[in-house]
């Protein structure tokens, strides 16, 4: 995903300010709502995703949150959470969870930058593009529970399949 763009170097005291940047540079919507509060869309191959940034000054960390465009009826709940065990035993970074509020499958991940200089660029973006890497791999899985008619384990089999070549 990398942009190969050049940055400000900010000091580490708001990581959202490079954070800003790094979404002004994609040309994606967003909304700075506060010094600790970040807002954004970004594109992707299945949906677009709502973006949400917060920092938190106190405890040096930046809280992100990555949603789908997907709402998740009540009756199928429970075997959503089962695919998103199975799904988090896949992830080296973050992990995936359902907002109670509004019912949609989110990536949720946290960065602790206590002691650091400072959240470089290309970590910020790094973490951007894991969350949305992640989200494509697993979106058909969850199309497959809510719509398809499959169980967890079926559906993570079968959108983890690797396809080589053209058709």
């Not at 650091?116 to 910020?124: K, M, N, Q, R, V």
Request: include cysteine.
């Amino acid at each position: 995903m990398s942009a190969q763009l050049s940055y400000q170097q900010e000091s580490a005291s708001n990581p959202l300010d490079v954070m800003e940047q790094i979404v002004a540079a994609y040309d994606w919507v967003f909304d700075r709502r506060s010094d600790a509060e970040m807002a954004a869309e970004a594109p992707g191959k299945w949906c677009d995703y709502g973006m949400y940034f917060c920092w938190s000054h106190e405890i040096s960390a930046m809280h992100f949150t990555c949603t789908f465009d997907m709402k998740v009826p009540e009756k199928q709940r429970t075997a959503l959470y089962e695919l998103l065990a199975l799904a988090n035993e896949k992830l080296w970074i973050g992990h995936f969870g359902i907002d109670q509020e509004d019912g949609m499958p989110v990536f949720r991940h946290a960065v602790l930058l206590r002691g650091a200089p400072g959240a470089s660029a290309e970590s910020l973006e790094d973490m951007i593009d894991i969350a949305i890497t992640e989200c494509e791999r697993f979106y058909p899985a969850f199309q497959f529970v809510l719509w398809g008619g499959k169980s967890p384990a079926e559906a993570l089999q079968a959108a983890m399949l690797e396809c080589v070549g053209e058709a």
